[in-house]
């Protein structure tokens, strides 16, 4: 039998995909087996919180060598066979050590498995969203906090995944700002209005933001299969009258839809429309419901863009119908209550969540000065990423 003394180190480390463990855990003190309706391990710790490890969950998780790619510390061992047979086990310095009726030793860390108990919540970094309360106001981190700090980064990437949205201050009034900004965090996510685009009145303009008009809120490229997840819009130039900035929480007014009307809620979540954008060089188009849904009814995007809301194919006795829970969605969202109302200043920069949160704008006047932003998107797998290690970096 393989005894822990002869088990190589790499036994004890913690596999790279589950990086993340923090603090202090309390000691292992009980273990016995549960052959219930599946074999387990039913694990005690000091403070009494238990846990039931079914054996087949514990085989596919261990972290040696031939388990475990020793470089990359990704998976190698492959689910493929039920595993039945209850294995040698035994408590040994603060660690669970097994060994399988094959003989296969295998060996875990009793804190991590106590953060892993059945029924734990999976991932303390990164922050839940939280809904627009009615006195929200959006976070505000100085441009030098961020790039400069730890902390600082850290307290942007949370305020932008919890609320949606965050504002940056006080930072340079220099070209590509934006882009060198949003790449500390992830590679930019090119759209067909570039990588980065500039938004001002420009002579042939190919969509409303580059017009002088005012845009209801809406969220950009719903008309993608996969619309860009956070965009950043920063400041440059802001003289003109007129101009300010608008932004709802789409969430918090999708919720108080299913509240007022569920029937609304569902129409506009059950009825997918098609969007389009064309120009010169595209013609770029799809068919989705204004609001999705995971399969436990929660909010997982919106989609809102009335100009580039393509034509309304529905069954015609749909139609009224449609278009009545849309004007009570529209309502909901520009109620003075849900706004956010401000207007940029020269070096701010608003970062919010694309697929839930809207943003408008009040038409300006070009005559009467100059208005410049730049823009760009980033990926909310590469926030969450940046905030990940950010917070291994802490530790
Ligand atoms: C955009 C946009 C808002 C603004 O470029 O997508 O909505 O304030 N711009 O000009
Ligand atoms: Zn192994
Ligand atoms: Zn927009």
Known sequence: MTTLETLPT????????ELGDIGETPRLTSLRTDDGRDAALLLEWEDGATGRFPLGW??????????????????????????????????????????WADGHPSRFDAG?????????????????????????????????????????????????????????????????EVSRLAERIGPLRPTNFGARFDVRSKPNPNNAAYTAIALALHTDLPN???????????????????????????FAAAEALRAESPEAFRLLAETPIDFRFQDEEQDIGTRAPILSLDPDGAL?????????????????????????????????????????DFALAPGQMVAFD????????????????????QGTYLDLD??????????????
Request: charged residues 30%; aromatic residues 8%.
């Open 10 to 17: 790499a036994h004890a480390r913690i596999p790279m995909g």
């Open 58 to 99: 514990l085989r596919d998780h261990c972290a040696c060598e031939a388990c475990r790619h020793p470089v990359t510390r990704e998976r190698l061992y492959r689910p493929l066979t039920p595993v039945t047979d209850i294995p040698e086990a035994r408590r040994v310095d603060g660690h669970l050590a097994l060994t």
């Open 112 to 176: 991590w498995l106590y953060r892993r108990r059945p029924g734990q919540a999976a991932d303390t970094v990164i922050p839940a969203r939280r809904p627009w309360a009615a006195d929200y106001a959006p976070e505000r981190i100085a441009h030098a906090d961020f790039t400069g700090s730890v902390a600082g980064e850290r307290a942007w990437l949370e305020a932008l995944l919890r609320d949606g949205l965050v504002l940056l201050e006080a930072g340079p009034l220099a070209d590509e």
């Open 224 to 250: 993608w299969r996969q619309p860009p997840d956070i965009q950043l819009l920063y400041c440059l130039e802001n003289d003109a009258e007129g101009g300010e900035s608008i932004f709802a929480d789409g």
């Open 300 to 340: 997982l995007e919106v989609r809102f863009n009335n100009w580039i809301r393509d034509t309304l194919r529905l069954p015609s006795y749909l139609i009224e119908a449609w278009y009545a829970a849309y004007r009570r969605f529209w309502r909901l969202l520009h109620a003075p209550e849900q706004q956010l």
């Open 354 to 373: 694309n697929r839930r949160v809207l943003h408008g704008r009040r038409a300006f006047d070009p005559s009467t000065g100059r208005r410049h932003l």
């Open 382 to 395: 590469m926030c969450e990423s940046r905030l990940r290690v950010l917070a291994r970096e802490a530790r």
